[in-house]
Each structure stands twice: as C-alpha cells, then as structure tokens.
C-alpha cells in the first residue's frame, strides 16, 4: 500500500485514495465533499467510462432513436441537429440507458445477446477508465497542482478484477496511484439498497457467466421467453443476488490490496480533516 502506517499518511503531502464498494454507500459523497475543499481532484470512473469510452456508443443509440422519427431524421440527415450526452459527476442516465435492460421491448427491453454485447463493452471501458486513475493522479498534481487524489470508482470494479491474483492488471495500477478503500455496508445498508432499487430500477453491470446463469434460472423459475420478461422485474430479481455476490469481492480487495472503512464509520465524516482523521484509524500505528 501507498500508506503503510498512520503516520505514513498523516504526514503524506499529497494523499491520493480510491474508494470503492456498492453504489449508494457513499463513494461520491465522500469524493464530492473532499473536491469542494478545493485541494482534492476528484476523478469519477463512472464519468469516465461515459466520456472516454462509451460516449460514441451512446450517441449512437440516441441517432438510432432519433432516425425513426421522421421530423428528427429529416434534421439528423441534414445536420441541422446534432446529438450529444451530457453527462455529469451527479447524472449518469446516459450510461445507465445505453446499459439497458433484457426482455419485452414493449416494456423498454432489449435482445439478451444485444444486453450481452453491451455489457461487454462497459467491461472493457471499466478497465480502461480504471487504470487510466494513475494517468490523473498525476495529471491533478503536474497540470492543476491539485495536492490530493481520490478516485471514485464503479460500484462493478469487482467484476472485472481478480482480487486474489497478486499481478491483477487493473489493482497493481490503482494501488500503485492510490490506497483503495473499501466502503462497508451492513446488513441494514443491503436492505436499504435493495429498497431504493425496487422504487427505481435501474441498468446493472454484471459478470457474463453469472448474468447467463441469472437468465436462464429467471426463465425457467418463470417459465417464460426472453420476449415474456418484463425487463424490470429480471433486474430488481437479480439485484439482491448481485449484491451478495459481490460481498465476498470487495472483502477480498481490501484485504489483499487496500482497507476496509464501515460505510457508518464514513457517514460521521463533515470534512477533510475528518476523513484525514477517519483513514488513518484504520491504518497501523
């Protein structure tokens, strides 16, 4: 690890972290309220991933939907319009739609093999967008002179690491720029999360083998066809099954290449001086 005692990081003059665990836990709390100190550069995966590497994808999708309605066509072809996503630290609907959901395309659905493809893509844009934290680590401090680092990585960072291999490309990269932090839930948080996902699904990156496997037990459970699936249904039956799924991940990369902070540890934290404070606790001596 960067920081390998306390005193190690105390007296570090420019701190760099990553934080990382379920979305909704508090990933970009932390990073927003350490960026508005002024003296944080705040790097968000999310962002990244939407702008760098998914941004023609999702243009793309936006043209096909605009190119069967006439009116928007006629524009399109003429290039009196033009398409763009705007995505933001806060608003990563654009990413999220282009993710999509498998089923009943009356119900907003998609082709499973076309959820695959795309599902595919976000892997090799989380991995990209991911190790390109060590690019701008180093950016925040030669260009903007910014003094600290944090990284807010994608709740999925799990599912395109191999936590347990010593030479993972993707976690000798982001500790080599930052010490990774795992955010904590309980038993309480899950249910918490699982609550707020039932009022509002929304697209989920998943593993390939473990989403096939969800799909064909959702259709045999349910005895339906891909074109039968009400598209929210599957994700909100998957999302419980993803999170503990994930569990044993998260555990497995704070231990082998980072700590562990509780998510309500976290919560107590009101500013910089806090977090300062909160980390090094957790750290040796």
Known sequence: MLYTTARDWREAPNKRVA???????????ISNMLRETGSWFHY?????????????????NFKREAMQNRFLRDLLMSDSIYIASNITFNNLSPLSTYLGKPGNPDLGGIGFE?????????REAEIAATRDAAVFARKAAEIYG??????????SLCEVVSPDDPDDPVLSTLSQAALP???EGDDSHIETLVARFLKAPKPMYYNEAFLRGIWAQYLAEHDQTEEDVDPD??????????LIKRLPLYSAMARNWGLTIKAADLAKVRDAQDFVAC??????G
């Open 19 to 29: 934080v990382f665990g379920m979305s909704g836990l508090g990933k970009t709390y």
């Open 44 to 60: 968000s995966v999310d962002f990244r991933i939407g702008t760098r590497y998914m941004g023609e994808h999702i243009v793309d």
């Open 114 to 122: 076309d959820y695959v493809q795309r599902q595919r893509q976000h």
């Open 146 to 155: 910014y003094p600290h680092f944090v990284a807010d990585t994608s709740g």
């Open 181 to 183: 932090i795992w955010i």
């Open 233 to 242: 249904a599957f994700i909100c039956w998957g999302y419980r099954q993803l």
């Open 279 to 284: 980390v090094a606790d957790h750290l040796p």
